[in-house]
Nanobody
Framework: VQLQASGGGLVQAGGSLKLSCAAS????????IGWYRQAPGKQRDLVAL???????NYADSVKGRFTISRDDAKNTLYLQMNSLKPEDTALYYC??????????WGQGTQVTVSS
């Protein structure tokens, strides 16, 4: 199983980025998939999640600004990030948790928002 995250970069506050996470060796169906982020010196936190039942959850700090989506045909997870703030600066990871409890992480993609 491999998760390849991409799409990070440097953007000014108020700008947008779209992250992608391409999965191989596993399908999204029946699994929980999501985005997490980790800023320097801080713990890794949930950003957005699609549960195995397709319920979508967002961290309060990104509600109304970020949108998680998936394309099952492409086996790719997305995170559209709008109205970015400096506090969104972090390494962003995608994650799959299978119905049997296995967890797989992508390698992370850096998002830096300048003020």
């Amino acid at each position: 199983v491999q998760l390849q995250a991409s799409g990070g970069g440097l953007v000014q506050a108020g700008g947008s980025l779209k992250l992608s996470c391409a999965a191989s060796g596993i399908t999204f169906s029946g699994n929980a998939i999501g985005w997490y982020r980790q800023a320097p010196g801080k713990q890794r936190d949930l950003v957005a999640l699609i549960t195995s039942g397709s319920t979508i959850n967002y961290a309060d700090s990104v509600k109304g600004r970020f949108t998680i989506s998936r394309d099952d045909a492409k086996n790719t997870l997305y995170l559209q990030m709008n109205s970015l703030k400096p506090e969104d600066t972090a390494l962003y990871y995608c994650k799959i948790r299978t119905s049997t409890g296995y967890i797989y992480w992508g390698q992370g993609t850096q998002v830096t928002v300048s003020s």
